[in-house]
């Protein structure tokens, strides 16, 4: 069965904006959570976002980091944890989505 999300995320209201993405059991520093962008020049800023990337949110004190990856010539963004992350925390990262 097609999950949209890691077993151990969900989406749920957020404090910070709108709707964010909260862990649902603890998640040990260092650990890959998945693809978030794929990189497309068709697409507006050149990313395609995936479900796990449409929902977590900015953070300048962020628990997570969004990292460059290519596996098979495939060009995209992994959301990694930066630190231990306990149930009911929302996933959060520093990003800017326009650079001047």
Known sequence: MYRPLP???TIKNSKIEGLGLFSTEF????????????YDVRFPDNYIR????????????PNCEVINSN???INH???????DIHP?????????????
């Open 7 to 9: 077993n151990n995320l």
């Open 27 to 38: 998640i040990p520093s260092g650990t890959d959570l998945g693809m978030t962008h794929i």
């Open 50 to 61: 995936l479900p796990l990337g449409g929902f977590f949110n900015h953070s300048t004190n």
């Open 71 to 73: 596996i098979n010539k």
């Open 77 to 83: 963004l992994r959301l990694k944890t930066l630190v």
């Open 88 to 100: 009911g925390d929302e996933i959060t990262a520093y990003y800017t989505i326009y650079q001047p």
